[in-house]
T-cell receptor, first 114, second 111 residues
Framework: NAGVTQTPKFQVLKTGQSMTLQCAQD?????MYWYRQDPGMGLRLIYY???????DKGEVPNGYNVSRLNKREFSLRLESAAPSQTSVYFC?????????????FGPGTRLTVL | ELKVEQNPLFLSMQEGKNYTIYCNYS?????LYWYRQDPGKSLESLFV?????AVKQEGRLMASLDTKARLSTLHITAAVHDLSATYFC???????????FGTGTSLTVIP
């Protein structure tokens, strides 16, 4: 049981390059999330997916796209990277049962855009 | 939009001392979560608080929730170095779709 996995762990891009961050979970959770973490700002939600086939914007969606490929996988794409997107990106999943919605986080991807 | 504020942002405390971290939020919610993050690592769930008056304890950490005051506290008893980390609180609006995190409290326990 690996929990939530993310690839890659580290990435350096040049301004304007594109890339996709991959996330997978093996806990049979319905909901998945992408966050970015910047110093002094906590975690901010980029996009989330409440179920397979659905995605919605979070607090900071500009410059990103997502795909919920199936129940297990949720990818985040940067079409044209900008230095402002330098951050640590975390994927999370949760079983939204109505009682509580505890999130489980992946190890993170540290992205630098030059 | 829900706002979540933590204080203090930075906390340096001596081993053996007690301290409390505060988490205030701006909109009614009865679901609050505490996480721990070690440097360079991911977030680890500590506590889930689901109702007014809820109290959870694990080792030297105790979390409580007052939904009327929109306040949660994380109390540290007799701190040890291993508790050095950043602690986040997070609130969800009940749908499970939008979680709002505080800015975190960076705790350093010094001998």
């Amino acid at each position: 049981n690996a929990g939530v996995t993310q690839t890659p762990k580290f990435q350096v891009l040049k301004t304007g390059q594109s890339m996709t961050l991959q996330c997978a979970q093996d806990m049979n959770h319905n909901s998945m999330y992408w966050y970015r973490q910047d110093p002094g700002m906590g975690l901010r939600l980029i996009y989330y997916s409440a179920s397979e086939g659905t995605t919605d914007k979070g607090e900071v969606p500009n410059g990103y796209n997502v795909s919920r490929l199936n129940k297990r996988e949720f990818s985040l794409r940067l079409e044209s990277a900008a230095p402002s997107q330098t951050s640590v990106y975390f994927c999370a999943s949760a079983s939204v049962s109505g009682l509580y919605n505890e999130q489980f986080f992946g190890p993170g991807t540290r992205l630098t855009v030059l | 939009e829900l706002k979540v504020e933590q204080n203090p942002l930075f906390l340096s405390m001596q081993e053996g001392k007690n301290y409390t971290i505060y988490c205030n939020y701006s909109t009614t919610s009865d679901r609050l979560y505490w996480y721990r993050q070690d440097p360079g690592k991911s977030l680890e769930s500590l506590f889930v608080l689901l109702s007014n008056g809820a109290v959870k304890q694990e080792g030297r950490l105790m979390a409580s929730l007052d939904t009327k005051a929109r306040l949660s506290t994380l109390h540290i008893t007799a701190a040890v170095h291993d508790l050095s980390a950043t602690y986040f609180c997070a609130v969800d609006m009940g749908t499970g779709n939008q979680f709002y995190f505080g800015t975190g409290t960076s705790l350093t326990v010094i001998p």
